[in-house]
């Protein structure tokens, strides 16, 4: 495609402000090819969505997102249906919708993806609350203790990046409990005490952590990771197990199942929050689905 139009919505809170250095230079460099360039800034977040979604109905050839995984969330849901593509120009903390589209993290060469005009179709995750409400997701939702930690890890003013959630982490375990979880994948079921129920999109969240490390963006699926609850020590056994997380060697532990599937349904007691992209959506109940080819997105060429 000819792009003669790039719109292009930053986020003032991407890594303390980064956001908007990185839509600037992004925006420089565009400028630079002939492109015509419109930075989008909203009064917060929910005002940046909303004009983003106006953008992306508008005459505009590509809607960029300057922001991380939280950014992208909101920029999609407020654009979804219009048609047009989008670009991500990584400056969140984590970036994990960029690195499993291989989309680099330097800017210039995010911008050069764009100029070179691949473009692939990812899938999304929706979850849908009993009360009506729905959130897409890019990456992973998480449940339980990955939902605690990503509220404890919001609230972080430091460090900054990947170490800010496993020391979220070291402090949830503190306060470790289990929930009975009912768990349905599709056709198949489990019932047990899990420490959390992870459901991926993404291979990753939180900045490289592989939690469903063999989840893909193209399979039209949703990969669960399922954490047991450890019948004794289980504050000790989790410390030991979370850190392969990184590898995503967890799922080799024999408390950890893992299942693949177009729907999950998770109910759980005492009911546990849900995260989706890094951002607390609600609490369980709630039902999560595939929703494949959902969104267009410039990428690399995916490699044979």
Known sequence: MTIRHVTIVASPYARHGAGLRVAQDAADLLDAQNVEVEIIVGEDMADAADLAG????????????????????????????????????????GNDFARNLHIPLETPDAVQVILDGHRRPVDLGRVSFPDGRTALFGTVAATGFDAAVTARAIDM????????YTIAALFELIALRSRHYQVRVDDETVEADLVFAAIGNT???????KITPKASVSDGLLDVTLAKNPPRFARPTLARVFPKVFTGSHVDHPLVQTLRGAEVELYCDPPALVSVDGDLVGELPAVFEAVPHAIEVFAPPTQS
């Open 203 to 209: 291979t990753s969240y939180g900045g490289g952590m």
């Open 157 to 164: 003013r430091w460090p900054r990046g990947q170490s800010r």
């Open 54 to 93: 106006k953008a992306a109905r508008g005459d505009t050839d590509v809607l960029a997102i300057a922001g991380g995984d939280g950014t992208i969330r909101l920029a999609v849901e407020a654009s979804i249906g219009s048609g047009k593509p989008l670009a991500v120009i990584p400056a969140g903390s």
